[in-house]
Structures are given as structure tokens and as C-alpha cells.
T-cell receptor, first 113, second 109 residues
Framework: DVKVTQSSRYLVKRTGEKVFLECVQD?????MFWYRQDPGLGLRLIYF???????EKGDIPEGYSVSREKKERFSLILESASTNQTSMYLC????????????FGDGTRLSIL | DAKTTQPPSMDCAEGRAANLPCNHS???????VYWYRQIHSQGPQYIIH???NNETNEMASLIITEDRKSSTLILPHATLRDTAVYYC??????????FGKGTKLSVKP
């Protein structure tokens, strides 16, 4: 089974801190995605990556950056955390091409105080 | 990007079949339909996907209409653990999944 692991299930940080969310997948998938999920807004795409050192902006990239130094790891960075970034963050991965489904991690519930 | 429409909520009796409908009238010819579900505080779980033909796996069946404008997810014998939000999804142009608001399925004893 595909496993997507997010480093923390719950995280509490302070406004202005630099926050790192880590995601690791074990199936050699090329594509990885970061979403955030908020009540009433569904899942929104923040950033995605097609390959190592490649990154593309999603629908809501402001205030975030990403890093993909190794194929299995995709990191989301909140440069200077703000309270409006309190949310559930979800990482997903998928093979390139075909119709294979995305596989999600269990999410990180991030609170910015 | 194609969008999907689902009823906001449904109830189902335990042991009965749960039939969850989805409209995707703007879907293009080569776009697959994916179904996921999400139990509170967990990540979305993949259930099944299809293009034209009906599909079945150990979790569910997927019925797609001939014109591909709608589909139905069938959980043949719903249990209390099937209570979740179910999402019918087509992929966006960037390969991402475009989640709508889904259907909150409540399985009742």
C-alpha cells in the first residue's frame, strides 16, 4: 500500500514564526501536492511539484513556499506564520500520467496563535 | 476545470445499500471520475475511479451514465464506519484534485 506520511498530526506555533511541514511518500511518486482544508472552502491547492527541485504555484501560494530536494520528500514552509494560516494541511502524491489516484497523508492540523 | 455537484447530506440504514449521486455535466471525454471519503480529522481516503465503464472493488461500485454526465457510488452494505463525507472529483488541469463540498453520509443503526 502507498504510504504518505506527514510529520505531525497537530502543531501549534506563534505568529511570525517560520513553520516547516514535512511530507514523505514511499512509492517513488513523481508528483506531490500540498493542500489546505478549511470549513466551507473545501481543499485548496497551495503548491505542487512534478519532480525534484521542481515546484509550481497552485491556487493560493501567498505566504507559503516549498522545497523538494529529494523525490520522496516535499516540504511546505510558512515563511512568517499568521493566524489566517490556521488550517488543516494535507499532502498527496501520485505517479505521473495515467489515471492512478492521489494518495493523501493524514493531515497536519496547524494552529497559529 | 470540470466541477461536480453532490447533495449535501444523506442518511442510510445500517446494512442497506448507500447510493450517492454526483453530477459532472461539464466533464470532458478523457477525464476520470474519482471518489474519496473523509472521516473527521483524517486525510481523504481513495475509494474508486472510472472513465466510462462501471467499476467495482472491495469497497464500492461506481456506476457512470452513458453520457458521462453523472455517476453513482454504491456502498452495498453500509456500516456505521462508513459514516463520512464522500467526495466525487475530477482532476484539474494541473493534475490536482478539485474537491467540492461532498455529501455527508450518516449511517444509522
Amino acid at each position: 500500500d502507498v504510504k504518505v506520511t506527514q510529520s505531525s498530526r497537530y502543531l501549534v506555533k506563534r505568529t511570525g514564526e517560520k513553520v516547516f511541514l514535512e511530507c514523505v511518500q514511499d512509492m517513488d511518486h513523481e508528483n506531490m501536492f500540498w493542500y489546505r482544508q478549511d470549513p466551507g472552502l473545501g481543499l485548496r491547492l497551495i503548491y505542487f511539484s512534478y519532480d525534484v527541485k521542481m515546484k509550481e504555484k497552485g491556487d493560493i501560494p501567498e505566504g507559503y513556499s516549498v522545497s523538494r530536494e529529494k523525490k520522496e520528500r516535499f516540504s511546505l514552509i510558512l515563511e512568517s506564520a499568521s493566524t489566517n494560516q490556521t488550517s488543516m494541511y494535507l499532502c498527496a502524491s501520485i505517479l505521473t500520467g495515467g489515471s492512478q489516484p492521489q494518495h493523501f497523508g493524514d493531515g497536519t492540523r496547524l494552529s497559529i496563535l | 476545470d470540470a466541477k461536480t455537484t453532490q447533495p449535501p447530506s444523506m442518511d442510510c440504514a445500517e446494512g442497506r445499500a448507500a447510493n450517492l449521486p454526483c453530477n459532472h455535466s461539464t466533464i470532458s471525454g478523457n477525464e476520470y471520475v474519482y471518489w474519496y471519503r473523509q472521516i473527521h480529522s483524517q486525510g481523504p481516503q481513495y475509494i474508486i475511479h472510472g472513465l466510462k465503464n462501471n467499476e467495482t472493488n472491495e469497497m464500492a461500485s461506481l456506476i457512470i451514465t452513458e453520457d458521462r454526465k453523472s455517476s453513482t457510488l454504491i456502498l452495498p452494505h453500509a456500516t456505521l464506519r462508513d459514516t463520512a463525507v464522500y467526495y466525487c472529483i475530477v482532476r484539474g488541469s494541473q493534475g490536482n484534485l478539485i474537491f467540492g463540498k461532498g455529501t455527508k453520509l450518516s449511517v444509522k443503526p
